[in-house]
């Protein structure tokens, strides 16, 4: 694709209710990160993707959260059993190769967890 | 471990006015380096990068150089817009070999007429 896209742009959940979050990098790109972006920790690293393999669970809050990605492509992340502080922007990024490739990334899906 | 400081915001400045702001780093090796911009309602976009020691990058007018003297990679521009209104971040890639990247706070810039 041209770009990478992200659905949907916009979530308002319920506190406890599961999320999913998607992903579609650019065609070709093997590297996928999900980044998250909020008002008190500014943009912070979630989880890195090479290929369908995640090495780089790093980021993540804590186990309600959890990322995957099918046929070297799409990804999704999951919130589950939501709670207020998991509103943000999530922001998912692909580069050709993972390392120190410029990354390219989505517009973003603004959650609301009420 | 790796990581990113940027110069506090708001700046606001006039039209025509020379903007800096400051980014300075603290990285094992030479990473590459990296300034995004994020305009209001929209993702983030890559501006400019420097992969090496006393590269300079450029794009849309905004300039920086990669100092590793000063571990600093500041970014300029001579004569700013009102479209130019954004926040941009600083960033780069940390230390492992994820590529995952490392951000500044970010700095908010609004231009006035």
């Known amino acids: 694709g041209a770009g990478v896209s992200q659905s949907p742009s916009n979530k308002v959940t319920e506190k406890g209710k599961d999320v999913e979050l998607r992903c579609d990098p650019i065609s070709g790109h093997t590297a996928l990160y999900w980044y998250r972006q909020s008002l008190g920790q500014g943009l912070e690293f979630l989880i890195y993707?090479?290929?369908?393999?995640?090495?780089?669970k790093s980021g993540l809050p804590s186990d309600r959260f959890s990322a995957e990605r099918t046929g070297g492509s799409v990804s999704t992340l999951t919130i589950q059993r939501t709670q207020q502080e998991d509103s943000a922007v999530y922001l998912c990024?692909?580069?050709?190769?993972?390392?120190?490739?410029?990354?390219?990334f989505g517009p973003g899906t603004r959650l609301l967890v009420l | 471990g790796d990581s990113v400081t940027q110069m506090e915001g708001p700046v606001t400045l006039s039209e025509e006015a020379f903007l800096t702001i400051n980014c300075t780093y603290t990285a094992t090796g030479y990473p590459s380096l990296f300034w995004y911009v994020q305009y209001p309602g929209e993702g983030l976009q890559l501006l400019l990068k420097a992969t090496k020691a006393d590269d300079k990058g450029s794009n849309k007018g905004f300039e920086a150089t990669y100092r590793k003297e000063t571990t600093s990679f500041h970014l300029e521009k001579g004569s700013v817009q009102v479209s130019d209104s954004a926040v941009y971040f600083c960033a780069l890639p940390g230390s492992s070999n994820t590529g995952k990247l490392i951000f500044g706070q970010g700095t908010t810039l609004q231009v006035k007429p």
């Open positions: 990024a692909s580069s050709l190769v993972g390392g120190r490739e410029t990354q390219y």
């Open positions: 993707f090479q290929g369908n393999s995640a090495p780089d």
